[in-house]
């Protein structure tokens, strides 16, 4: 399993959210920063609102899989936050990952597939 960065401090989170640029789609709200290296870091929060810690749990791994799986392909040198709505507790991966991947898009921070 790949290793990737994680935001875990909240002062970390506070600062992709005052200072970053989100946008959102159904599921997910997409914060992101750029940040001082060569590496991304990723924070995910999911509120009680979502479900119960069962839910929680299980959503925050369908978000963290599908960071894991498509970090190739997104820039390095960004702090990103993603916020799981309560329509996200229902879906199955492959729409989470869509949803992920959609907002990925929507801010251009996909590599381009010309290298």
Sequence with gaps: MK???SL???RDFQQVYHRGKSKANRYLVFY???NDFDYN???ISVSKKVGN???RHRVT???RESYRLNQEKIKNGYDM???ARKTAKDIDYRTMESAF???VEIHHLKKSDHI
């Design 3 to 5: 290793h990737y960065h």
């Design 8 to 10: 875990r401090k909240t």
């Design 32 to 34: 992101y920063r750029k």
């Design 41 to 43: 870091r990723l924070g």
């Design 53 to 55: 810690s069962v839910v």
């Design 61 to 63: 791994r369908l978000i």
């Design 81 to 83: 936050v993603v916020i």
């Design 101 to 103: 991947l959609h907002l």
